[in-house]
T-cell receptor, first 117, second 116 residues
Framework: DVKVTQSSRYLVKRTGEKVFLECVQDMDHENMFWYRQDPGLGLRLIYFSYDVKMKEKGDIPEGYSVSREKKERFSLILESASTNQTSMYLCASSIRDRGIYSTDTQYFGPGTRLTVL | AQKITQTQPGMFVQEKEAVTLDCTYD???????LFWYKQPSSGEMIFLIYQGSYDQQNATEGRYSLNFQKARKSANLVISASQLGDSAMYFCAMREGKEGFQKLVFGTGTRLLVSP
């Protein structure tokens, strides 16, 4: 079974703090993703990575950065947390894209609910 | 413009009845894939079913089936014989061929409540 774990289920931080959200997968997947989920907006892609030390911006990268030093670990960093970053953050992983006909799916972690005060 | 539209913020169904959750999509790419995920209150997204744009038949997985109408650009999820455990958020998502890396675009979700 694929396992994607996230370091915290709930996190409370103060405005201006540097925040690290960690994600680890145990299936040797090449691709990893960070999303944020807000009511009425669905899931929006922040950043993704298709290999170690590689990263690509998603749809809403502003205010975030990422790090992927090891294949199994993908970190999301909020350099200076702000109240509008209060959200649910979901990490996902998948094998390398095998083309559009592939039925491969993304596997998600349990999420981290971050509150910035 | 929204690439994935789920027009039903909430749906109610009685146990053992069937329910259809709507999803329409917008793409000019002939090659794409459509996914449905379930998110229970625990938060984890669970993959339910996949439909490829070139698939000739509608996808089915147990009690889940996908009513794929390509000309109308709709990919509705049908849950037969609803169970109390089906109460959750449901998200439709699309993977486009030109994106690569299995990048998905999600709809805003539908909350399903199954009553006894």
């Amino acid at each position: 079974d694929v396992k994607v774990t996230q370091s915290s289920r709930y996190l409370v931080k103060r405005t201006g703090e540097k925040v690290f959200l960690e994600c680890v997968q145990d299936m040797d997947h090449e691709n990893m993703f960070w999303y944020r989920q807000d009511p009425g907006l669905g899931l929006r892609l922040i950043y993704f990575s298709y290999d170690v030390k590689m990263k690509e911006k998603g749809d809403i990268p502003e205010g975030y950065s990422v790090s992927r030093e090891k294949k199994e670990r993908f970190s999301l960093i909020l350099e200076s947390a702000s109240t509008n970053q209060t959200s649910m953050y979901l990490c996902a992983s998948s094998i390398r894209d095998r083309g559009i006909y592939s039925t491969d799916t993304q596997y998600f972690g349990p999420g981290t609910r971050l509150t910035v005060l | 413009a929204q690439k994935i539209t789920q027009t039903q913020p909430g749906m109610f169904v009685q146990e053992k009845e069937a329910v259809t959750l709507d999803c329409t999509y917008d793409t000019s790419d002939p090659s794409y894939g459509l996914f449905w995920y379930k998110q229970p209150s625990s938060g984890e997204m669970i993959f339910l079913i996949y439909q490829g744009s070139y698939d000739q038949q509608n996808a089915t997985e147990g009690r889940y089936s996908l009513n794929f109408q390509k000309a109308r650009k709709s990919a509705n999820l049908v849950i037969s014989a609803s169970q109390l455990g089906d109460s959750a958020m449901y998200f439709c998502a699309m993977r486009e061929g030109k994106e690569g890396f299995q990048k998905l675009v999600f709809g805003t979700g539908t909350r399903l409540l199954v009553s006894p």
